[in-house]
Structures are given as structure tokens and as C-alpha cells.
């Protein structure tokens, strides 16, 4: 199993839909999420569960990080026992990660980690959680807590903005703004356990100015990348979740600054007539690493 990449690019993809994986495997996107929940109708989740296991064993997507998005614990909404076929046919044929959709509690998360472990998945598969419900967003720094019990699987948040508005009642708002305090709940819980976060996807699919609106302003709150819908979206997505190269050549003089002889040693120092501190140069040795 693949180490997890940075992901600022994740595009979901309808395991029913063999034209879209067959299409995925070549794209570059930094991962893919191959759907059996909502983008699969129920009468072709079984097609969509063993295509899904056929594209992984086929290695078609080898040297790409891949999750597979599962039904979830509700059966009266998933339908019966999908949720349990799905893990019986995904996790041994070796994906990186699982998602786990409508995770509203901490128990919802160990009872999702503990279902991995009952399907005898490897210790490498990582677990990630759609944080979607208002519940989810009030319970998120326990949710996210996972990561730090022994051998937890938790590797990252994935947030599913449309199901989070519906069930919030809110209007459509390109700003949104209603969202934020949910957002940036989830980022302070991610960033408190070491866990990836994903902003939500961008329905309109026509709509590239509020798309890399969208982007922008995921990436000012913290997320480290967006799920994505269509293959346009990708190029978008790595730029705008990716330094510019005036952001990488600032760091680098940052970088070139402290490293200096004369400043061995020093805590705090000027550069281009800005007072920074060393905190702002292991930033900038991180930019320049994920660079």
C-alpha cells in the first residue's frame, strides 16, 4: 500500500461507471475515490462493487493512491448488507484507504475502524470519514481523537459540504459563509490529530470562477485539497492548492536567509524589511518540500 500523498486533488469516480475508471487511471489527480454509496444507484451496487475490486486487482492504478468510498451503517438508508459486501469484496483487493460515509459520532468511527479490523484488513489500510451532519461537526474533535489511540487507522477527514448545508436548512450561498464555523471546526481537529482534511466537492460543474473561488478559500482555511466531481476540476485544484512560484521563490529567500552564517543561531531576523521568526522558516521548509 502506498504511502498517502499530499491531496489536493481527489476525484471521486462511480465504480458503476466503467468508462470513468478506466479514464481515472491516467488523470493527475494526486488520488481517487472510487463510489459505491451515492454516486452508484442501488440496483447496480453489486456491478459497482465488483468492478470496483476488479479495477484494483487489475493494476490499472498502480502508483495512484486510491480509496474506496463504502455504504454506510444505516441500512434502512444503504440498503441490506451493502455495506458488508462491500468490505467483503474492496479490502482484500487492496486499497489504500476506506471512506466511511454519515460518520456522525466517535463511536460511529470506532465502530467503522473496528469493521476494517473484523474484515482482516492489513494494518497499512487507512481509514478516512465523511464528516457530513451537523452531529458529526459538534462531536469532530472526538471524531478526530481516533488518530491518537494505539494502532488507529484514522487518516483523514473528507467533508461532504452538500449533505452538511441540506441538513443545516441552508440557502445556497456562493460566500459560504453559514459553512465556515463548520469548516474551520473540522480543520482545528484535523491539525490537533496530524489528519488530512478535504474540503467538499463543487456541484456546478460549469462554474470555474466559483470553483477556484472555492479553492481559494478552502485553502485559506487550512484544507489540504478538494474532492473533486469532473476531471476539469483537477488542474485547478493542484494550482490553487499548490504554491505559486512567487510564494515558492519568497520561501526559498527565507529559507537561504536562516541558513546564512551570520545568522546561526538566531531566533528572529529581517528579511525583505519583514521581521520572522523560525516558526516562519519551518514553514517555508515545508512549502518548499511539498513543492
Aim: aromatic letters at 4%; proline letters at 7%; one cysteine or more.
Amino acid at each position: 500500500m502506498r504511502e498517502q500523498p499530499r491531496l489536493r486533488s481527489v476525484l471521486y469516480v462511480p465504480a458503476a461507471n466503467s468508462r470513468a475508471l478506466a479514464k481515472a487511471a491516467e488523470l493527475a489527480c494526486d488520488a481517487v475515490i472510487l463510489d459505491l454509496e451515492d454516486a452508484v444507484h442501488p440496483e447496480a451496487k453489486a456491478g459497482a462493487r465488483l468492478a470496483a475490486r476488479a479495477a484494483l486487482e487489475s493494476g490499472a492504478f498502480a502508483g495512484r493512491f486510491v480509496a474506496v468510498r463504502v455504504n454506510g451503517f444505516d441500512e434502512a438508508e444503504d440498503g441490506p448488507g451493502w455495506l458488508v459486501e462491500d468490505l467483503a469484496a474492496i479490502v482484500p483487493a487492496g486499497p489504500d484507504a476506506v471512506l466511511f460515509p454519515k460518520i456522525r459520532t466517535r463511536d460511529d468511527a470506532e465502530r467503522a475502524q473496528s469493521a476494517l479490523d473484523h474484515h482482516f484488513a492489513p494494518p497499512a489500510l487507512r481509514l478516512w470519514l465523511m464528516i457530513e451532519t451537523p452531529r458529526a461537526v459538534l462531536d469532530i474533535a472526538a471524531i478526530a481523537g481516533l488518530a491518537g489511540e494505539p494502532d488507529s487507522r484514522l487518516a483523514a477527514l473528507v467533508l461532504g459540504t452538500n449533505d452538511l448545508a441540506k441538513e443545516m436548512r441552508l440557502p445556497p450561498v456562493p460566500s459560504r459563509l453559514p459553512l465556515l464555523h463548520a469548516l474551520s471546526a473540522c480543520v482545528l481537529a484535523a491539525r490537533s490529530h496530524g489528519l488530512a482534511v478535504l474540503d467538499g466537492v463543487h456541484a456546478a460543474l460549469g462554474d470555474t470562477v466559483g470553483f477556484e473561488a472555492e479553492c481559494l478559500q478552502g485553502r485559506g482555511l487550512g484544507f489540504d485539497g478538494k474532492t473533486l466531481i469532473h476531471p476539469a476540476q483537477i488542474e485547478p485544484a493542484n494550482r490553487l492548492f499548490g504554491p505559486s512560484e512567487a510564494e515558492l521563490a519568497d520561501a526559498r529567500a527565507l529559507i537561504a536567509a536562516f541558513e546564512a552564517p551570520e545568522n546561526a543561531g538566531r531566533g528572529v531576523i529581517v528579511v525583505d524589511g519583514r521581521m520572522v521568526e523560525r516558526l516562519h522558516y519551518e514553514m517555508a521548509l515545508r512549502l518548499v518540500a511539498l513543492a
